[in-house]
């Protein structure tokens, strides 16, 4: 009987995760990337309008995409042959990371399991982000941020496609 008791207990436990990580899942554009200083001045690191994709799937896999919108062409045409100065540009204006995700919805946070990432400090890190969800929107604060340990909260927004 007892078996029996725990065994649904695990199935119901199982069935809310499955629900949550399905709202979650599928594709997500970004909206806006804003970071607020220890200071409380605030800047928008991929410019008005970045560009993003973000993918969680029903197995806990995510992969996200930044990147500023308008960002210079390599003059030479490739990326191999890039000056210092378009290798910075190209590293400050964009952002990818990819690997497991967990929804704890009680708590309201995602964890990110990095298995990869452009940053490669973040490689094998694991991440919690506080996040708010409503109307297709998803907000995360990220506060382990790619500022070299500076105090810096970064709200990342995305709507759902």
């Known amino acids: 009987m007892k078996n029996a008791i725990l065994i649904i207990l ?37 410019d ?17 995409q930044i990147y500023k919108d308008k ?3 390599i ?15 190209i590293v400050q204006g964009s952002n990818s990371h990819f690997g497991e995700y967990e929804i ?18 973040w490689e094998g890190t694991i991440q919690k982000r506080s996040y708010t969800f409503a109307n297709n929107e998803l907000k995360y604060a990220v506060t382990n941020t790619t500022q070299g340990g500076k105090s810096v909260t970064a709200e990342v927004v995305w709507k759902k496609l």
């Open 75 to 89: 003059a030479s045409g490739d990326k191999n042959k890039c000056t210092p100065e378009e290798n910075a540009t």
């Open 10 to 46: 695990l199935l119901i436990l199982n069935s809310i995760n499955a629900q949550k990580k399905s709202e979650f899942s599928g594709s997500w554009t970004l909206v806006s990337v804003e970071n607020t200083n220890s200071d409380g001045t605030k800047n928008l690191p991929y």
């Open 104 to 121: 704890d919805e009680t708590n309201k946070t995602i964890t990110f399991k990095i298995k990869t990432a452009s940053f490669p400090n």
């Open 48 to 64: 008005v309008n970045p560009k993003g994709f973000l993918l969680f799937d029903e197995k806990g896999n995510y992969a996200v």
């Open 71 to 73: 960002r210079a062409r």
